[in-house]
């Protein structure tokens, strides 16, 4: 049998709800009926006042800690959870004294009704005629989740990147929901370079002649090239220039010399295309494009005169806002911008930037640093709650 | 008739030279015979010593100054060369003081032997079959160009980025055939954030289906869809975050509100798109493909125990170096390398970061504290000269 870590929540167990309470989404679309998959860790006390939500980024899901059970047990250790650095008995987010919730967005590609879906209308995928979904939209799914789990106001509603806008869409949306929110390696809205960068890995997708228009679910095709390249891309943006010099350097891919050749020659090359064929395995096209124009149309500011201290003019959670000094994709200037708009509506509002080289992948990884503030804002968090049962 | 401005170069018409003695290329590859198309501006002098050579960077050609002539006159102002403003007369690069040459790099697609030219051994366009060629391949074909115009020794070798790669190693590789070398935007070898992103455009290429590994000529074919990602990829690379920012935002496109749909919501992906469309038209895959690994091979020190001060140990040029504030893809500190390499090695070497918010693309704009350094070290130059004829 494989070890599954001590400090582990060990073997956990998707749960499904289905609404049928139709859902009216930003962007005028409609789904008459949906799922949302979601994950649990630790136990809710009698005052269901331990609950944490747990947002998930670009390419993350519901599996955020633990282990999948697998029919080879040689296999258990692989299907780790995305955060299970964080999450956990003893971790900065305690399941020994918190209830972890964590759901697969709307539109995702593992469990809840996305693009791969069957449509009931048609019988058929979904595919292009999913709608369009926004981080309010989430929000709102997520809201009716907390309602399905008689969850009332969460002690916390946590997320990274795209999963922090979700935090922060949830303190304005909900103001009352939730008494902490903590936003890390986010921002409140995406700038040109981001949203340029998105729009490549669209490009690179859509153009993909096995993309078929988003109806490749039928074709028996995958839109891998397109895929591919825009993983290649995502990950060059999630390091940082000086980790990739670290990890990478020029160095060689097993050789000494240049073949002069277009096959890798060097390590970063081998790296990269490893990075994007993975991806192609695992995570669904349509999905991406969703959740990459989720995070473009971002702005809570827009619809308050571009204001961001007006659009957060309502918002009474604590905030906790953590950046990370080498992330270029949402860098520290950007979680600065959300602070100091907290603090001219006078909220509480606690900020803490990492040094590290990781660049955004950091807010995924056991960062010393990170993990020590996380401990400490969580405990407070912890104290203020009802002893667990 | 078009006006053309009364301080440019005016229409100039590019000349070909056709090169029977083989080139032996780094990669171990050979061409028995080619060509290099070229243009001149101004006039040689009687001593010769007055000749100037601009090396072009990655998508670029021969064609840096004037304009060509069309059947249209109204197209002729759309024929400028891409590096008009700094090569006119009366502009910094003076050509009523210097006699200009400037040629398309071998394995290029303007008319320089490259993969659409004929291979004489089969009677096809080369394509795949054309040899990987290296910076210093290209200093070598410059180098009988040279000869071929009587030119011993160059007032000066000039080039910006992938251009400042080849001026460094034009004083590496014939340290006695340069007075001064300006290296602009440049560096002394590409990091792996920098491969990276090459080698994503590769993928985007070598992977479209229309590309049919190279041989697209033949087939009616061009790898479109690859090669407007890796230009989308390129731009947003040879911008800043803030120039970005400046000159896009989060803008709408012709539009108030948001569509929530695929096609582009904001301008800065209608821009990124028609740059992507325009180079399709204007660029050959091939060569792009070649002049990216190019940029990934060069490094100097590699072949002299990763020593930039030991590769060199035998220039006896004087460099001016420049770089630009918002530069990331060759930002300032490594152009400040080569500053201190070859400080080490008490070689005469001047050094003007320009602050701007242009990005890597500055070193194509007329920036006024640019130009007028440029003009500066150009008049020290052209005052070592004799007089023009």
Same mark, same amino acid.
């Given at each position: @049998?494989?070890?599954?870590?001590?400090?582990?929540?060990?073997?956990?167990?998707?749960?499904? $709800?289905?609404?049928?309470?139709?859902?009216?989404?930003?962007?005028?679309?409609?789904?008459?009926?949906?799922?949302?998959?979601?994950?649990?860790?630790?136990?809710?006390?009698?005052?269901?006042?331990?609950? +944490?939500?747990?947002?998930?980024?670009? #390419?993350?899901?519901?599996?955020?800690?633990?282990?999948?059970?697998?029919?080879?047990?040689?296999?258990?250790?692989?299907?780790?959870?995305?955060?299970?650095?964080?999450?956990?008995?003893?971790?900065?987010?305690?399941?020994?004294?918190?209830?972890?919730?964590?759901?697969?967005?709307?539109?995702?590609?593992?469990?809840?009704?996305?693009?791969?879906?069957?449509?009931?209308?048609? *019988?058929?995928?979904?595919?292009?005629?999913?709608?369009?979904?926004?981080?309010? !939209?989430?929000?709102?799914?997520?809201?009716?989740?907390?309602?399905?789990?008689?969850?009332?106001?969460?002690?916390?509603?946590?997320?990274? #990147?795209?999963?922090?806008? %979700?935090? @922060? %869409?949830?303190?304005?949306?909900?103001?009352?929901?939730?008494?902490?929110?903590?936003?890390?390696?986010?921002?409140?809205?995406?700038?040109?370079?981001?949203?340029?960068?998105?729009?490549?890995?669209?490009?690179?997708?859509?153009?993909?002649?096995?993309?078929?228009?988003?109806?490749?679910?039928?074709?028996?095709?995958?839109?891998?090239?397109?895929?591919?390249?825009?993983? @290649?891309? *995502?990950?060059?943006?999630?390091?940082?220039?000086? @980790?990739?010099?670290?990890?990478?350097?020029?160095?060689?891919?097993?050789?000494?010399?240049?073949?002069?050749?277009?096959?890798?020659?060097?390590?970063?090359?081998?790296?990269?295309?490893?990075? *994007?064929?993975?991806?192609?395995?695992?995570?669904?096209?349509?999905?991406?494009?969703?959740?990459?124009?989720?995070? !473009?149309?971002?702005?809570?500011?827009?619809?308050?005169?571009?204001?961001?201290?007006?659009?957060?003019?309502?918002?009474?959670?604590?905030?906790?806002?953590?950046?990370?000094?080498?992330?270029?994709?949402?860098?520290?200037?950007?979680?600065?911008?959300? $602070?100091?708009?907290?603090? #001219?509506?006078?909220?509480?509002?606690?900020?803490?930037? +990492?040094?590290?080289?990781?660049?955004?992948?950091?807010?995924?990884?056991? +960062?010393?640093?990170?993990?020590?503030?996380?401990?400490?804002?969580?405990?407070?968090?912890?104290?203020?709650?009802?002893?667990?049962?």
């Amino acid at each position: @049998m494989s070890a599954i870590p001590e400090n582990s929540i060990g073997i956990v167990t998707p749960q499904t $709800v289905v609404f049928d309470e139709p859902i009216e989404l930003t962007s005028t679309g409609r789904l008459e009926s949906y799922q949302l998959v979601y994950e649990t860790y630790g136990t809710l006390n009698a005052a269901k006042d331990n609950a +944490i939500l747990v947002c998930h980024a670009l #390419s993350g899901d519901h599996h955020a800690a633990g282990y999948h059970q697998t029919q080879d047990d040689a296999d258990l250790l692989k299907t780790v959870g995305w955060w299970n650095s964080m999450i956990g008995p003893g971790k900065p987010i305690d399941t020994n004294r918190f209830f972890v919730v964590s759901s697969n967005n709307l539109g995702g590609c593992n469990g809840s009704t996305g693009p791969n879906s069957t449509n009931p209308a048609t *019988g058929q995928p979904y595919g292009p005629d999913f709608p369009i979904v926004t981080v309010s !939209d989430w929000v709102t799914s997520q809201a009716r989740l907390s309602d399905h789990l008689g969850i009332k106001q969460w002690a916390a509603v946590i997320g990274g #990147s795209l999963g922090g806008m %979700q935090a @922060m %869409q949830w303190s304005i949306s909900y103001p009352e929901r939730l008494r902490h929110c903590l936003v890390i390696a986010s921002a409140s809205k995406l700038n040109a370079q981001n949203i340029g960068f998105n729009d490549v890995a669209r490009q690179a997708i859509r153009t993909d002649p096995d993309f078929h228009n988003g109806n490749y679910y039928n074709q028996g095709t995958l839109p891998a090239r397109g895929m591919r390249v825009a993983r @290649m891309i *995502g990950h060059i943006t999630y390091l940082s220039e000086d @980790m990739m010099a670290l990890k990478f350097g020029r160095n060689l891919r097993k050789k000494s010399k240049f073949d002069y050749e277009f096959t890798p020659e060097f390590e970063v090359e081998s790296y990269l295309r490893y990075q *994007g064929d993975r991806f192609v395995d695992r995570f669904d096209a349509n999905t991406y494009l969703l959740m990459t124009k989720a995070l !473009d149309y971002f702005d809570p500011a827009a619809e308050a005169n571009d204001s961001l201290v007006q659009a957060l003019a309502d918002v009474t959670a604590n905030f906790f806002v953590v950046s990370f000094s080498s992330d270029w994709r949402f860098a520290p200037e950007r979680s600065r911008e959300i $602070v100091r708009a907290l603090q #001219s509506n006078r909220i509480n509002v606690s900020y803490s930037e +990492i040094q590290c080289d990781q660049g955004h992948d950091s807010f995924l990884l056991p +960062i010393d640093d990170y993990m020590n503030v996380m401990t400490s804002y969580m405990n407070r968090i912890a104290n203020e709650c009802e002893a667990t049962p």
